[in-house]
């Protein structure tokens, strides 16, 4: 750079010099520091107490039928018709399986006829005893005679019976254990039946926690199956003893009927075991961030800062807090009107 413009520049730079002394020195002019105006926002404030919640125990367990039977055989045939399959729904007193019964009804056909035989002979001994040409003996046995043809025949009947199996209350067969052709024996199990239309859960319950729990008391169930819907259930059972290897007792509530629930899912039942002192926020009132909950804290002077907090337990719309905030502090209610650094507005001020 030549020679004239260095002198150019440096008489610039004096000339600034010599205008910023001139304005200082103007009567009446003071200058301080730069002044930050803070944002104002209209925003609800809440101050925090503690108060008593529930304190809340989550149990596992599975969900079966309030209603479940296997049908087995009380006599020995072979099977001759299947009317259902798994997956069947049936109705109260419906045929299900049919065995061999001819041989039954052969013996039934006999005990028939010796009952007839017996009946007329009772008869004929009665009127003979009546005009005094039989004897009390003869009666007797006669009548004995009579009364043992008529005890073998209920008994073939009975076992005729037992060659039709018939549901035992409406419900649905889950499992067939036996094929046409097969030999039923007495004890040997046939079908599977649930009442899927009334369904329980049943949990196992720590002995410590089963004392604060009664029949009728309605719980919080959630299962996996309904994604993150939420139903209630029925306390319909406690189990009057503990087992003993894990020293909990079942406990078992009535579902209500809904779609796409089936015995053998995986359940979940919260419990309210109890009372506890803890500090609550409304659910609104916390950003989220990933894995940081942050909310709005209300310091001196009405200016808002933010600040990170552990939370706990779901209290319906309103969440514990474990950490970060104390009773008597003051919180936005809404998190979304929060604003770094913002000062209340003047006149807006805590909700109860």
Known sequence: MSTIRWKWVWLAGLLSLILFAVFLTIPGKKVGPLRFERPVIRAEVITLHSEEIPVYREVTGTV????????ASK?????????????SRVHTGEVLIILDSRALQAQRE???AELENAKIDFE???TLFTERSATQQELDNAERAYKVAEAVL???RADLSYTIIKAPFDGVITEKMIEVGELASPGRSLLRIEDQEHLRLEVPVA???VAGLRIGQTVVVRLDVLGDRVIEGRVVQILPSADPSTHSFWMKADLPSIPGIKTGLYGRMILVIGQRTALVIPQAAVRTEGELSRVYVVGESEVVQSRLVRLGQ?????????SGMA?????LTRASEGREGAVIEKGKGDRP
Do not use: N, Y
């Open 154 to 156: 209920s008994a073939i």
């Open 64 to 71: 079966t039928a309030a209603s479940e039977a296997t049908l």
């Open 327 to 331: 009773p008597g502090e003051r919180i």
């Open 110 to 112: 006999r005990a028939e």
């Open 124 to 126: 004929r001994v009665k």
């Open 75 to 87: 006599g020995l045939g072979l099977v001759e018709e299947i009317r259902v399959k798994e997956g």
């Open 207 to 209: 002995e410590m926690d």
């Open 314 to 322: 779901m209290q319906g719309d309103r969440v514990e807090v474990l």
